[in-house]
């Protein structure tokens, strides 16, 4: 008799805290052949904590849901701690992949997050409150618009992580 594995449970990181899930894009491919058109579907997702934990991932198969499990799965795999200030980020940060151009800027408590669907996703999912964003580059791909955002999100710094880099001691207090 044949033992079954015991089902994996992907909804819960190492820290044991509980992951969301966006699927931000869908595309749908065709391949002509002989006998037809073959379809393929590439699926952009956004995974995170809503703390400060964020992931994108791109997932590519003949079915929607094996692309987004593809996706989720390589989104886990890459995810990065998004500094934060409150509930905001430290500094103004641009990020640029490909022809997109993404400009994220803090903002005061109560603004919201304002930024389109791709760059909310992200933002959302990183436990990110406040925060004005704005896509310059020459394009508006999802894909491109995430992975600019992703790189964006990669360079911020807090205040302290600046100090110890440079050699500084922790802030003087007069």
Known sequence: MATQK?????????????IAERVVSINRVS???????RFRF?????????????GV???????????????????????????KNGGTIPHPVQG?????????RPAAPGTGVIAGAVVRAIME??????????????TSNPINVA???????HGLRTAEEVRRLR????????
Request: charged letters at 30%.
């Open 167 to 174: 050699g500084r001691g922790s802030p003087v207090s007069v």
């Open 6 to 18: 015991e089902p994996q449970n992907r909804n819960y990181s190492a820290r044991g805290m509980e």
């Open 125 to 138: 999912l990183g436990g990110v409150k406040d925060v004005v964003t704005k896509v310059i580059g020459r």
């Open 147 to 153: 992975y600019a955002t992703f790189e964006a999100v």
């Open 42 to 54: 590439s699926v952009l997702v956004v995974v995170g904590d809503g703390i400060d934990q964020v």
């Open 96 to 104: 640029k992949f490909g022809a997109a151009e993404v400009l994220i």
């Open 57 to 83: 991932g791109m997932g590519k198969a003949r079915e929607i849901s094996d692309a987004v499990r593809k996706g989720i799965d390589h989104a886990k795999k890459n995810m990065i701690d998004l500094k």
């Open 31 to 37: 391949k002509v052949v002989k006998g037809g058109k």
